[in-house]
């Protein structure tokens, strides 16, 4: 069963960095591509924002609040994904979910989200 892992949460203090990683878990064929990766975080009580987002040939998107603090990457080769967030603030303590759409051919893919990671800005 494939699916996605986060690492890289934890705590910080505001004006800190972290690195966030993603990876597949699970057997896939060499064949198998990843399209376009994408980093959520959600707080209790609000909807799941967008906060980055990378296509394979590494385009990028970021939302307004990260933009500048925030850098998405990839590795192909690695199936991995990465969120570098610098200038931590309180108000980005969340719970961050990668998401991933796994080509099979080119027409058929499936979407997968891993289980979240906490993020925790605080002094």
């Known amino acids: 069963q494939v699916q996605l892992v986060e690492s890289g949460g934890g705590l910080v203090q505001p004006g800190g960095s972290l690195r966030l990683s993603c990876a597949i878990s699970?057997?896939?064929?060499?064949?198998?591509?990843?399209?376009?990766y994408r980093w959520y975080r959600q707080v209790p009580g609000k909807e799941r924002e967008l906060v980055a987002a990378?296509?394979?040939?590494?385009?990028?998107t970021y939302a307004d609040s990260v933009k500048g603090r925030f850098t998405i990457s990839r590795d192909n080769a690695k199936n991995t994904v990465y969120l570098e967030m610098n200038s931590l603030r309180a108000e980005d303590t969340a719970v961050y979910y990668c998401?991933?759409?796994?080509?099979?051919?080119?027409?058929?893919?499936?979407?997968?989200w891993g289980q979240g990671t906490q993020v925790t800005v605080s002094s």
């Open positions: 998401n991933g759409d796994l080509y099979f051919s080119s027409s058929r893919s499936n979407n997968y």
């Open positions: 699970g057997s896939i064929f060499s064949s198998n591509v990843m399209g376009w």
């Open positions: 990378i296509s394979r040939d590494s385009r990028t």
